[in-house]
Every structure is written in structure tokens, then in C-alpha cells.
Nanobody, 119 residues
Framework: QVQLVESGGGLVQAGGSLRLSCAVS????????MGWFRQAPGKEREFVAR????????SYVDSVKGRFTISRDNAENTLYLQMNNLKPEDTAVYYC????????????WGQGTQVTVSS
């Protein structure tokens, strides 16, 4: 079973920064891509960013472009999300997810980490 464990969330003032981590462990798995998603209270979960594990191609939702950076450490099987210039509207539970092959849905999800941005 593949396990994803997020860390790094917390409370920060608007304009501040946080770095989220997602450690991947478990049985041998195929990792095509990983992503970050978030869900604010009363809202649906939304896509934030994605990275292709081999090659490092990235994509972002428009609202975080220029502020968030997704990256990965292949050797450590760890995914990161550097979040700068945080805004109150970034407040949400952030989840990492793993997609094992192109065209599939995300197969595995973490438990989430809370990010709260105060104004």
C-alpha cells in the first residue's frame, strides 16, 4: 500500500510563506505524476499544482501562478509546495496525491494539512 503523508501546514499572516512536504512510502509503485489540491470550508476540492515525476513538467491553477512552486526530490520520494505571498483566500486543507499512469485519476491521497492565512 502506498502512503502519502503531508506536513508543513500552519498559521501564517498574509504575505508570509509556508513550505508543504509530502513523503511517499510503501510498496513498489509507479509514479507518473503528483499533485497538490486544496479544499476550503464549504467549497469543493480544487486543483492547485501538478508535476510530472520524470522530467519535472509543472502546471498551476491561475490563482497561484507566480506565488507557488511545486517541486520533487526523486531520491527522497518527496513532493514539495513552496507557497509565497500567501493570501487569506489560500486558507484550506491541502492534500497531495499520486497518479500512477497518464490519463488515470489520482490513485493515492494524503490525509491533508491545514493552512490558515490571517489578514
Amino acid at each position: 500500500q502506498v502512503q502519502l503523508v503531508e506536513s508543513g501546514g500552519g498559521l501564517v499572516q498574509a504575505g508570509g510563506s509556508l513550505r508543504l512536504s509530502c513523503a511517499v512510502s510503501g510498496r513498489t509503485f509507479r509514479n507518473y505524476a503528483m499533485g497538490w489540491f486544496r479544499q476550503a470550508p464549504g467549497k469543493e476540492r480544487e486543483f492547485v499544482a501538478r508535476i510530472i515525476w520524470i522530467g519535472g513538467s509543472t502546471s498551476y491553477v491561475d490563482s497561484v501562478k507566480g506565488r507557488f512552486t511545486i517541486s520533487r526530490d526523486n531520491a527522497e520520494n518527496t513532493l514539495y509546495l513552496q507557497m509565497n505571498n500567501l493570501k487569506p483566500e489560500d486558507t484550506a486543507v491541502y492534500y497531495c496525491a499520486l497518479k500512477s499512469r497518464p490519463g488515470s485519476t489520482y490513485d493515492f491521497w494524503g490525509q491533508g494539512t491545514q493552512v490558515t492565512v490571517s489578514s
